[in-house]
């Protein structure tokens, strides 16, 4: 039978050390919404959506006072849009109109952000992909729920460098769209490699045509947790240090399993994956930089990060399997700049620079990650940061993702507010040298050889 | 059997088990366990009761467990047992 000190330990992790869900993410395949006119794929949307995910507030906001779990967010994720509107959309603006029907199926199920206006364009891309690609400025000005993602290359194919050289365009395109909201819709635009059918987490997530019709995904987190579990054996062995984190990652993926469990039994979803990823938010105590700093760096960013943070993924990783028959997604830890205090303050010390996070992103669980650039960055050089990664993605088979900020009419030394879990961040500087000679080049990177592995 | 931990944490005071008993009494609530213990100067009891019989009205037993503790100045949390047994069993 469960004892006190377990239950005082538990309620410990929720109250004091920010444990929680991060997110219940309901996967929807919107496959049977194509149809000939745009007007029939909105409704059909809107029908679709509120059909399948009408009870999952109400069904988060039981679960969580039951269980006494905190979960902060209830999402959706779709069908890569590009997919569902093939058949009728002929101009970007009708892929704004399906963005408009997405937003107000959203808000209508009460969830904070559905994820899907995406394209999957890892070798080419079509028409269809395209147009809406060239939608996402517009459409994310347009809308407040909805996030986009583009995957542009995979280890399979190689890299879409017309893809990339695009994507550039539109990060710009998008900050000045949303210019006064200090270019927020880039928060809600990330352009990835090698990306996961599965993710629930944001902005990446989107439903892949390889899942089944609906699907229950459960983001964990609990960068608080390790932390406080790492200051109890400071000075201690990488074995203590690594059995820590494992015993702590076990501990906070068995609740996700629960939860994800008891959502899939009410709501009559299948249950997909858990996702335990270390999410850090802006809340004091809830950061992976703080835990790069118990391991033993002074700042995230100096010498030695690279190997901790490598470390922790893994160990992350490890204690999560062990929990979960069916772990997916991401898995690991993220590295986001606004949405990590630590993080925050490491770049506005200067311990934190874009190319140490570039080398953090070769071993953590995504990538460049909510990092407010200078307004002026060129287009090619945004483009240029997004091959790089996608490169690192491709050559060790990882995801890799960019989610960059050029603030439209900021430089460096200023601060950029995006409020609530995305935070804030200083603006960083940019290489200033220039890659548009690479970056105009047509076609696409072919895909590294798959032998010879030294 | 549908079994929940009650948790009640605060400054230790005359009557707090009494006062939760009496309300579980009142609700027809079986407690099948009792432990207490002080961490950091802080009174901690746990008491395992069966709530089978309250499963629909369980959203309205925790709002009151937490005003009961409200009345007293001890904090009552009242959550199903499987999160416990999730995290710290195999």
Known sequence: MININEVIETNLMIEKENLDVRTITVGISLLDCAADTVDEVCRKIKEKIIRVAGNLAETAENISMEFGIPIVNKRISITPISIVGASSCRTPQDYVKIALALDEAAEKVGVNFLGGYSAIVSKGMTESDRLLIESIPEALARTGRICSSVNVGSTKTGINMDAVRLMGEIVKKTAEATKEHDSLGCAKLVVLCNAPDDNPFMAGAFHGVTETDAIINVGVSGPGVVKYALESVRGASFEVLCETIKKTAFKITRVGQLVAQEASRRLGIPFGIIDLSLAPTPAIGDSVADILQEIGVEKAGAPGTTAALAMLNDQVKKGGVMASSYVGGLSGAFIPVSEDQGMIEAAECGALTIEKLEAMTCVCSVGLDMIAIPGDTPASTISGIIADEAAIGMVNQKTTAVRIIPVSGKTVGDNVEFGGLLGHAPVMPVNRFGCSDFISREGRIPAPIHSFKN | ?90
């Open chain 2, 1 to 90: 059997m549908n079994r929940s931990i009650i948790t009640v944490v605060g400054k230790d005071t005359v009557g707090i088990i009494a006062r939760v008993c009496t309300y579980l009494a009142g609700k027809d609530i079986n407690i099948l366990d009792i432990t207490q213990t002080i961490v950091q100067g802080y009174f901690n009891m746990m008491m395992i009761v069966d709530t089978g019989n309250i499963a629909d009205d369980f959203h309205e037993f925790t709002a009151d467990l937490e005003k009961l503790g409200q009345s007293i100045g001890v904090q009552i949390k009242c959550q199903r047992e499987e999160i416990f047994e999730k995290m710290h069993r195999i």
